[in-house]
């Protein structure tokens, strides 16, 4: 199993997971080792060891797209976990979480995730809340939010926000604009957000970034999934330094980051330790599910 890493500073609160898909006719002997727990030891909610064989069949119907705890669904595959940091506090259940990137194709199921798994209000954060992509999102509500704005005008739709899913990312276009947009969204902008938030004493953050962004540190940045993934504007430095500033913020956090997003179903998972995975694809349903979860558990932390 993957070791856990610790850090010295208690501001520290993070657990960072990895996706992706799997699909294999069997899972067998796998494993899910939870924070500090020893294989084979009981650990929550968030995993537990186990050792099981299950025709993908089994495993597929076992999965919904909503309302099911995303760490048990991957512990029920199988899955690796491993955490960064911890806070032994459970998080508080969160009653209004504002979804930034609402009109995404991320933030959109991660709005419908919510607010299936219910007693939440979900706030879609979105830059035109007339536009027809807004109107049409699962969410109790609609609220201005631009982060390429000002900080000030960020807090401001942070108002009686207690908790915050940041799915935004840059839009592709202009081959010669990309690196502008990725730095304006995903760091500076993201940035703005998370300073705006922790003014805000937001009690937890779920921020969906992606895998290889600590490539150059692990010795991926010549991998093709770094290499192909960060032409796009060199969009993989831009996010690491906005995970960077969201854990030395104080705030309660967790990222997550899928590796390729694609258009499907909830599907058998593959959660993997930081740093660990450098290839692979994941259905944004999966996704959205882990950041509902994460929002809740205390493993989460």
Same mark, same amino acid.
């Given at each position: 199993?993957?070791?856990?890493?610790?850090?010295? %500073?208690? &501001?520290?609160?993070?657990?960072?997971?990895?996706? =992706? @898909?799997? !699909?294999?006719?069997?899972? #067998?002997? /796998?494993?899910?080792?939870?924070?500090?727990?020893?294989?084979?030891?009981?650990?929550?909610?968030?995993?537990?060891?186990?050792?099981?064989?299950?025709?993908?069949?089994?495993? %597929?119907? &076992?999965?919904?797209?909503?309302?099911?705890?995303? =760490? @048990?669904? !991957?512990?029920?595959?199988? #899955?690796? /976990?491993?955490?960064?940091?911890?806070?032994?506090?459970?998080a508080a259940a969160p009653k209004t979480v504002l979804v930034a990137g609402a009109t995404g194709?991320?933030?959109?199921?991660?709005?419908? &995730?919510?607010?299936?798994?219910?007693?939440?209000?979900?706030?879609?954060?979105?830059?035109?809340?007339?536009?027809?992509?807004?109107?049409?999102?699962?969410?109790?509500?609609?609220?201005?939010?631009?982060?390429?704005?000002?900080?000030?005008?960020?807090?401001?739709?942070?108002?009686?926000?207690?908790?915050?899913?940041?799915?935004?990312?840059?839009?592709?276009?202009?081959?010669?604009?990309?690196?502008?947009?990725?730095?304006?969204?995903?760091?500076?902008?993201?940035?703005?957000?998370?300073?705006?938030?922790?003014a805000a004493k937001i009690s937890k953050f779920v921020m969906v970034s992606s895998i290889l962004t600590n490539g150059r540190a692990w010795g991926q940045e010549k991998s093709?999934?770094?290499?192909?993934?960060?032409?796009?504007?060199?969009?993989?430095?831009?996010?690491?330094?906005?995970?960077?500033?969201?854990?030395?913020?104080?705030?309660?956090?967790?990222?997550?980051?899928?590796?390729?997003?694609?258009?499907?179903?909830?599907?058998?998972?593959?959660?993997?330790?930081?740093?660990?995975?450098?290839?692979?694809?994941?259905?944004?349903?999966?996704?959205?599910?882990?950041?509902?979860?994460?929002?809740?558990?205390?493993?989460?932390?």
């Amino acid at each position: 199993a993957p070791a856990v890493q610790k850090h010295n %500073s208690t &501001a520290m609160m993070a657990k960072t997971m990895l996706l =992706a @898909a799997v !699909a294999l006719p069997a899972v #067998a002997a /796998l494993r899910a080792t939870a924070l500090g727990a020893a294989p084979g030891a009981s650990s929550g909610r968030l995993g537990y060891a186990a050792v099981q064989q299950q025709p993908r069949a089994a495993i %597929s119907m &076992a999965i919904q797209p909503s309302r099911r705890e995303a =760490a @048990a669904l !991957a512990a029920s595959l199988g #899955a690796s /976990l491993a955490f960064t940091g911890a806070n032994p506090a459970k998080a508080a259940a969160p009653k209004t979480v504002l979804v930034a990137g609402a009109t995404g194709k991320t933030g959109r199921l991660v709005c419908s &995730a919510l607010t299936a798994a219910g007693a939440v209000n979900v706030i879609g954060g979105v830059r035109d809340p007339t536009s027809s992509k807004a109107k049409a999102l699962d969410a109790k509500s609609l609220r201005h939010l631009d982060i390429t704005e000002s900080v000030d005008q960020i807090a401001a739709a942070l108002d009686g926000v207690d908790s915050i899913v940041c799915a935004v990312g840059f839009a592709g276009g202009n081959p010669f604009e990309m690196g502008k947009l990725a730095h304006a969204v995903d760091n500076v902008g993201t940035c703005k957000l998370i300073e705006a938030a922790s003014a805000a004493k937001i009690s937890k953050f779920v921020m969906v970034s992606s895998i290889l962004t600590n490539g150059r540190a692990w010795g991926q940045e010549k991998s093709p999934g770094f290499v192909i993934t960060n032409a796009f504007g060199g969009v993989l430095d831009e996010k690491l330094v906005a995970e960077r500033a969201l854990k030395s913020s104080g705030l309660d956090f967790t990222i997550v980051r899928p590796a390729g997003l694609r258009d499907s179903p909830v599907e058998p998972l593959l959660v993997s330790a930081e740093d660990t995975l450098n290839s692979g694809e994941v259905s944004r349903a999966n996704v959205a599910s882990v950041c509902a979860e994460a929002l809740v558990s205390s493993k989460s932390s």
